[in-house]
T-cell receptor, first 114, second 111 residues
Framework: GAGVSQSPSNKVTEKGKDVELRCDPISGHTALYWYRQSLGQGLEFLIYFQGNSAPDKSGLPSDRFSAERTGGSVSTLTIQRTQQEDSAVYLC????????????FGPGTRLTVT | SQQGEEDPQALSIQEGENATMNCSYKTSINNLQWYRQNSGRGLVHLILIRSNEREKHSGRLRVTLDTSKKSSSLLITASRAADTASYFCATDSNTGNQFYFGTGTSLTVIP
């Protein structure tokens, strides 16, 4: 595609519900990254994928967070039993090769947990 | 943590002036990047400087890197109102697979 896309752009959910965030990277990009940005803060690295594989999940904030990538393309970030502290903008980025430098970011999903 | 820290946190200048932002980090890197973010949404890549480079230019942007001091600076010359945004530095991990962003500098350019 022309760029990285994310859906939904905004999500409001009740505490305790599960949410699924989607990222469509640029076609052909093998590396995909998820970040979280709380209001007025920097980006918190969550997880990266090389193809469909996520070798290091230590950046995920808790075991309520999980992510997968299928077909070397679309990725989903799932948050189970959402808490108010999960409210943030979730950003996805992709790059041609893992660790190759420039990342292309999507517009983000703004998650609000009420 | 290897997270970079930008300085200052906020900067306000008049259009036409130069803006300088600094970034410090903690451990060795392969490269350092600067990104711009408008309206709290997606980031746009500005420039990448490798650890063996000391200075790099791109248009009105000038980036320096001092690996001995573990610091970098971003200079925007002849600033424009459209440069108003948050600017982040990002450093890579030892493996080069993870990236750490600082908390950003909020730049306001007054027309």
């Amino acid at each position: 595609g022309a760029g990285v896309s994310q859906s939904p752009s905004n999500k409001v959910t009740e505490k305790g519900k599960d949410v699924e965030l989607r990222c469509d990277p640029i076609s052909g990009h093998t590396a995909l990254y998820w970040y979280r940005q709380s209001l007025g803060q920097g980006l918190e690295f969550l997880i990266y994928f090389q193809g469909n594989s996520a070798p290091d999940k230590s950046g995920l904030p808790s075991d309520r967070f999980s992510a997968e990538r299928t077909g070397g393309s679309v990725s989903t970030l799932t948050i189970q039993r959402t808490q108010q502290e999960d409210s943030a903008v979730y950003l996805c980025a992709s790059s041609q090769i893992l660790g190759a430098g420039e990342q292309y970011f999507g517009p983000g999903t703004r998650l609000t947990v009420t | 943590s290897q997270q970079g820290e930008e300085d200052p946190q906020a900067l306000s200048i008049q259009e036409g002036e130069n803006a300088t932002m600094n970034c410090s980090y903690k451990t060795s890197i392969n490269n350092l990047q600067w990104y711009r973010q408008n309206s709290g949404r997606g980031l746009v890549h500005l420039i990448l400087i490798r650890s063996n480079e000391r200075e790099k230019h791109s248009g009105r942007l000038r980036v320096t890197l001092d690996t001995s001091k573990k610091s970098s600076s971003l200079l925007i010359t002849a600033s424009r109102a459209a440069d108003t945004a948050s600017y982040f530095c990002a450093t890579d991990s030892n493996t080069g697979n993870q990236f750490y962003f600082g908390t950003g500098t909020s730049l306001t350019v007054i027309p």
